[in-house]
């Protein structure tokens, strides 16, 4: 039962779903960046190397 | 009642809220960064010297380093930021209430099995300088590396007694004289055998293909990239944007690993039989100041790592049921005790021990950030009932079968098969088609499906584990009194 647990996380297992408390999300743009950091330039770094 | 016990929240991995996380991009780059350098990286890049030359190994390391961050990021980041939670309590909501002492495990034997490894690796350059400098005779090197091992874990526990706070506040300190004292070994491993000494070496015991060759120098570094799991969501909970969190995460951690080889690289390549590690080298060749240079590096380096090691690793165990009653001293020493037995007895074999370990990393890390990337992008649509993620007992979503995800276990032993297919953890052979895809990324695809196949076939049908329409509050429990709006509901 949720009673068994300290007040204190109950409370904050409440608020934590408010958005305005959460931490704020990536977005759309940060994932694309993202996938060009971690995808696509090691793909292009490995082709340099193979070629060199 | 107001929330106003951070030190409670952030000492038992509770949810954080935003206004109480003080870290910028600055302190998490910093924190990652010094995590991520240590002598652990001269034995990354002597491995990669086994297969690949310096220009090609070069180009394999920053890449590696970069395709490696991807798996971990997307497993941890997310959740962790937006709740303020660790990873060991995010996985529950796909492996159990119970089914999370698995990933706790994982996460004390990895942060351990990296400690253990820094500690030796502190005392055998210790040993080394020693016996260098003719201040102790060789017949006690072994011996050395014991005791110079088990100091130095009672030093980690010296500094990090003070609490979480002040590891974290250490980190900055550590990564810039680490990022300096790295610089200088690098200048002088150069200085020492020249440009063209490193760019001429060839690689030690090559494959016959290069493409078997490219691909174990990428999984070597895929896998101590997973390695970050324990450590991501301890330090991305205390920033407040994810989004701020992202870069330093992936420069600190991924980069900070990948340049930090490069130094062992080169070192394996001109220096046989050194496995990477330059401190006999350069102190043959540049007697007690340059021995001093490597025992600074060697100290400080080790230290920031080692630190962050036993606070994720504490932070997991204290989820153990009637472990937060503990303080955080006695917390650290008995999560230290293992290792300090390690140190002191097995220290001369931790040549054969890390193979298996970096194995190790990949086999374990791949599917669960496989099954967690499922369930929190295609299955959750990033949401979590965050109060069963704590409910210890059927009143929580995630209970499932005593506590147990059926689901979340046969994914996660189906992405382990799929790794030791195509790759022998303990020879370290490989069969096609792991010279085109790596073992981690496949095991962490085949696990990730596995698990989605699996909650739509027997989870989400009647509701279990908070999938499905049928989902609900289980019986017994009050409904949240506050509910997420901003983010759609889970798809199945």
């Known amino acids: 039962m949720s009673t068994r647990l300290p007040e204190e996380l109950q409370q904050r297992c409440a608020q934590i779903l408010d958005n305005d408390v959460q931490g704020v999300p990536l977005t759309c743009s940060d994932y694309l960046l993202f996938a060009i950091a971690t995808i696509m330039v090691p793909a292009i770094l490995i082709a340099i190397g193979v070629l060199l | ?492």
Request: net charge positive; with cysteine.
């Open chain 2, 1 to 492: 009642m107001s929330i106003d016990n951070y030190k409670l929240a952030e000492e038992n991995g509770w949810p954080l809220m935003r206004s109480e996380r003080g870290f910028g991009k600055l302190a998490i780059f910093l924190a990652a960064f010094s995590t991520a350098m240590a002598t652990w990286c001269f034995t990354i890049g002597g491995f990669v010297s086994t297969y690949l030359s310096a220009t090609a190994g070069t180009f394999a390391l920053l890449a590696g380093s970069l395709l490696g961050i991807v798996m971990v990021t997307l497993a941890t980041l997310p959740m962790c930021s937006k709740y303020g939670i660790d990873s060991v309590v995010a996985s529950r909501a796909q492996l159990g209430t119970r089914g999370s002492y698995l990933s706790l495990f994982l996460v004390y034997t990895s942060t351990m099995g990296w400690n253990v490894i820094l500690f030796i690796y502190k005392g055998r350059a210790i040993a080394e300088l020693l016996v260098t400098f003719g201040i102790m005779d060789r017949k006690y090197w072994n011996l050395c590396v014991a005791i110079v091992g088990v100091l130095a874990v009672f030093v980690v526990l010296d500094l990090i007694r003070k609490g979480p706070e002040y590891v974290r506040s250490r980190g900055p300190i550590i990564a810039i004289m680490v990022t300096v004292m790295s610089t200088v070994v690098l200048g002088l491993l150069i200085m020492r055998v020249g440009l063209h000494g490193v760019l001429s070496a060839v690689a030690i015991a090559p494959y016959d293909g290069a493409a078997g060759n490219w691909t174990s120098a990428l999984e070597v570094m895929v896998a101590v990239n997973l390695s970050w799991w324990p450590y991501v969501g301890p330090i991305v909970r205390t920033s407040p944007s994810a989004r701020q969190s992202l870069w330093p995460v992936v420069v600190g951690f991924g980069l900070g690993v990948g340049i930090g080889s490069l130094v062992g690289l080169y070192t394996g390549l001109v220096v046989k039989d050194s496995g990477g590690d330059p401190t006999s080298f350069l102190v043959d060749q540049g007697g007690v100041i340059v021995g001093i240079v490597m025992l600074a590096f060697l100290l400080i380096a080790n230290v920031g790592t080692a630190m962050m090691g036993i606070y994720a690793s504490s932070l997991a165990v204290r989820q153990l049921p009637k472990a937060d009653k503990l303080s955080w001293k006695w917390t650290i020493f008995l999560v230290s005790l293992p290792a300090m037995l390690v140190v002191g007895f097995f220290a001369s074999s931790a040549e054969s021990f890390f193979t298996i370990f970096l194995a190790f990393l990949g086999v374990a890390f791949a599917p669960l950030c496989g099954i967690q990337i499922a369930d929190w992008f295609v299955l959750r649509r990033g949401r979590f009932d965050v109060l069963s993620l704590y409910l210890p007992d059927r009143s929580s979503k995630y209970f499932y079968l005593a506590g147990l995800n059926p689901v979340g276990f046969v994914a996660f032993a189906a992405g382990i098969a799929t790794y030791i297919y195509l790759l022998d953890p303990i020879n370290y052979v490989y069969r096609t088609p792991f010279q085109y895809t790596t073992a981690s990324f496949p095991a962490a695809i085949v696990a990730g499906v596995v698990y989605i196949v699996g909650v739509m076939l027997f989870l989400a049908p009647s509701g279990v584990g908070g999938y499905g329409r049928k989902s609900a509050a289980p019986s017994g429990r009050p409904a949240s009194p506050v509910t997420e709006t901003a983010t759609p509901a889970p798809v199945v």
